[in-house]
Each structure stands twice: as structure tokens, then as C-alpha cells.
């Protein structure tokens, strides 16, 4: 979509377009709208219509119901950041003390929209006209003030009470481990920002050596699932590594106790959350179930008694089976097993592989973990509490 299009979506034809296509939904297919409505408008306006309506469909699972009032890109809708992520990191920020932010590459405004919902004064800075365009339509959508605008955010001048954030797009658009050299603007450039009163997002696989000194990082994880990595600045930092769990808010420090004890499984497993596994903290988690590691290098915590915890996933120990796979079967069978789920780590084994060779016949459902204790493989019938 051209900027002259998004801006005609913007105008008294674009709107009555999008909410007549709006009102359609699920009464016409996708494609019936534009078909129907071409006899009234240009086939490009319609199709950009359609595209919209489709995107805001889409976003709602990031954004909530505001995202059927919003503007999106795919990609800029793809890299943009969900509402529970943003609305935890305005509500830190805002808490230690900034009322004003700037964001450096503001995109469709996913984060400058958390900030100004928390009521900071707000500026973004996007070089794409169409992404900034798009991000100040946001703000007024949802009714928040606030400025964008666009232009190179590597040199603008940063007002004495702001803030800057910066969510820094990958050079190439994929991967997943963090590579400074590749990204949009400069990891020079951010680091920078991370020396005062910056703020960044970044790829939750960035190597640990690459953290600035004094400058925290907090791995986030929104059902159990890993999503980002923030790094506060030396103005913002309180800890040197901390996991955030959402919707929760559940959160753990390298300042907190750690456990590095090492024994063979007790009663209880836990399978901590991914964002203390990547933030080094399975320690911790050991900690806070009065519990030990199973082997050093594995993320697998045991105990004695149950103690419920945010930070991890428990199990509870019925049996310990064979490892290797011709007796495992013959005690899978045993059990009267016919579905089952592998858990593994640390060992040579390809779950959706061993359990089709496995052929189990049984009536039970059940959890097997495949790990390594102490430089042996083992393994374990539990059951999810
Ligand atoms: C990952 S996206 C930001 C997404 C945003 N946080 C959100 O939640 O919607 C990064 C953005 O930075 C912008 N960008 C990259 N380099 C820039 C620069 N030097 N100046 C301004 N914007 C830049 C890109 O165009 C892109 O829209």
C-alpha cells in the first residue's frame, strides 16, 4: 500500500468503505465485498480496503478490539509488538519515572500506543512514510495524542525529559538468533541509547556477552511462550538478567536466591518457563521449589514436595522407565499406553520418531520424559499437575 492510498483510506470515501466491508463480514466471502463494491470504486482502493479489513481480523489477537479501528501492513502488523508485551513495558517505564518517551522506528505504533495509554507524552520517529503515516492515524484512532514523524531516528534530537525506546527491525527480516550486525537502526546506535535513559527490544536468542554492562535484560515469556528480550538502560536497569512472565506479571532476578545443588530426580519435575531458561535463572527456579537441578547443563528442576510456581511447569514422578527403546516399549506397554508425549532434553532423541517406531496400541494418554541426569540418558512416566 502507497501513502496516497492509505491516505485516501483515511478520507470520508475510505471510511465508509472499510466500515461497509466491515459490516459484510461473515455474511460475504472475502472476496464478494470487493467484487460487489468495485462498481462503486477503483479496483486498487477496494482491494487495499479489503487488505485492511482483513489485517485489523488479524491483529486482534495482538491488539485486542483496537485493532478494528487501527491500520495496518502485513509485515509492519508481523513485526509490530502484541498489547500484553507493550502495556508491561510502558507500565515499568512509566513507574521508574518517565512521563515523556520517544520511539526510535516506531513502526504502526505498537509500542508508542502503550506508552501513551498510560498517558506519557509521546513522539515516534519512522522512516517510512507509510508505517508513519499509519502510526499517527493509530494514535488518533484510538483517541491518544501524540506526534510521528518521518525521518532518520539516528539523528533527531532528544528532548532532556524523554526517554527513548527503540525496537530495532532485523536487516533481513528472518532468524531468530540475534545478530547486532543486522539490524535497523544500528546495534552501535542502540547501545548508545542503552548507556542513559534508553530502552530497547530485542531478540530474546541474543548472546548473553552481548549486554552492555550495567544495562539489564528481561526475557518475556506471555503464556509460556518466549516472545522478547528487553534491555533497560543504565538509567532503568535494577537487575543484570530478569524473566517477566505474562499475563501474570510473575518475575525472577539474578538477584534472587539460586540452588545449583545437583541430585538424580526426586517426586516432582519441573520444565521451567523458557523465559528463565534463556535468562539463566533455572536456578532460581530450583530455589523457589526447595528443589535441586537433575544434571548441570539440563533445564529440569526436581523436588521432594510439590510447590506451585509461576516460573515452571510440574510433573509429578509415577515411574522411572527404561531408556533405551526396546524395554521403554515393553514398559510403555506394560502401563497400557497407546498415546503419549515425549518431553525431551539433552539427548539424542527425536520425539514424532521414537513414538512412531514405539507402535503403541494402549488406552492410556501419558508424558515421558527424555533426559539426560548426570551424563546418562533416563527416563520418566509423569503426569502434568
Ligand atoms: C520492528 S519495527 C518497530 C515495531 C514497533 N515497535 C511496533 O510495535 O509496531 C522497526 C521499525 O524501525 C524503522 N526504522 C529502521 N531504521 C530506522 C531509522 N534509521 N529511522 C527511523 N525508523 C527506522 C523500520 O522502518 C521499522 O518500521
Not at 111 to 129: C, K, N, Q, S, T
Not at 168 to 178: L, S, V, Y
Not at 357 to 374: D, P, S
Amino acid at each position: 500500500m502507497d501513502l496516497a492510498t492509505f491516505e485516501r483510506l483515511l478520507s470520508p470515501a475510505g471510511q465508509s468503505l472499510l466500515t461497509e466491508i466491515a459490516s459484510r463480514a461473515g455474511i460475504e466471502s472475502d472476496l464478494a465485498p470487493g467484487t460487489r463494491l468495485r462498481k462503486g470504486y477503483d479496483i486498487e482502493f477496494v482491494a487495499a480496503a479489503v487488505t485492511q479489513n482483513h489485517l485489523r481480523g488479524k491483529a486482534r489477537s495482538k491488539f485486542g478490539d483496537g485493532a478494528a479501528r487501527m491500520y495496518f501492513t502485513p509485515e509492519a502488523l508481523e513485526q509490530s509488538t502484541r498489547a500484553a508485551v507493550s502495556e508491561h513495558r510502558a507500565a515499568r517505564l512509566s513507574s521508574s519515572g518517565a512521563s515523556a518517551v520517544v520511539d526510535l522506528g516506531c513502526g504502526i505504533g505498537g509500542d508508542l500506543i502503550a506508552f501513551a495509554r498510560l498517558g506519557m507524552r509521546v513522539r515516534g520517529v519512522e522512516l517510512d512514510p507509510v508505517r508513519a503515516a499509519i502510526a499517527r492515524a493509530n494514535l488518533t484512532a484510538l483517541g491518544f495524542s501524540g506526534t510521528v514523524s518521518c525521518e532518520d531516528a539516528t539523528t533527531v534530537a532528544i528532548a532532556s525529559d524523554e526517554a527513548t525506546f527503540v525496537d530495532p527491525a532485523r536487516r533481513d527480516g528472518k532468524g531468530r538468533i540475534f545478530d547486532p550486525t543486522n539490524c535497523v537502526p544500528s546495534w552501535d546506535f542502540v547501545t548508545s541509547l542503552l548507556g542513559g535513559r534508553g530502552v530497547s527490544k530485542t531478540m530474546p536468542g541474543i548472546d548473553h556477552r552481548l549486554i552492555p554492562a550495567g544495562v539489564e535484560a528481561e526475557w518475556i515469556s506471555v503464556d509460556g511462550n518466549l516472545v522478547e528480550a528487553c534491555l533497560w538502560g543504565v538509567a532503568f536497569a535494577s537487575v543484570r538478567r530478569r524473566a517477566t512472565m505474562l499475563p501474570s506479571g510473575a518475575t525472577l532476578t539474578s538477584d534472587d536466591d539460586e540452588c545449583s545443588l545437583v541430585e538424580a530426580p526426586g517426586a516432582y519435575l519441573y520444565e521451567p518457563d523458557d523465559a528463565a531458561i534463556r535468562a539463566g535463572l533455572v536456578t532460581a527456579v530450583a530455589a523457589k521449589v526447595d528443589g535441586w537441578l537433575i544434571d548441570p547443563k539440563i533445564a529440569w528442576v526436581s523436588s521432594a514436595a510439590h510447590v506451585p510456581t509461576p516460573f515452571a511447569r510440574a510433573f509429578r514422578v509415577i515411574d522411572e522407565l527404561p531408556f533405551r527403546e526396546k524395554p521403554l516399549k515393553a514398559a510403555l506397554v506394560a502401563h497400557d499406553i497407546g498415546t503419549l508425549t515425549i518431553k525431551k532434553r539433552g539427548v539424542d532423541v527425536i520425539p514424532e520418531v521414537l513414538i512412531k517406531k514405539l507402535k503403541l496400541k494402549g488406552t492410556v494418554t501419558a508424558t515421558v520424559v527424555m533426559t539426560r541426569v548426570q551424563d546418562e540418558g533416563r527416563a520418566y512416566l509423569v503426569n502434568p499437575l
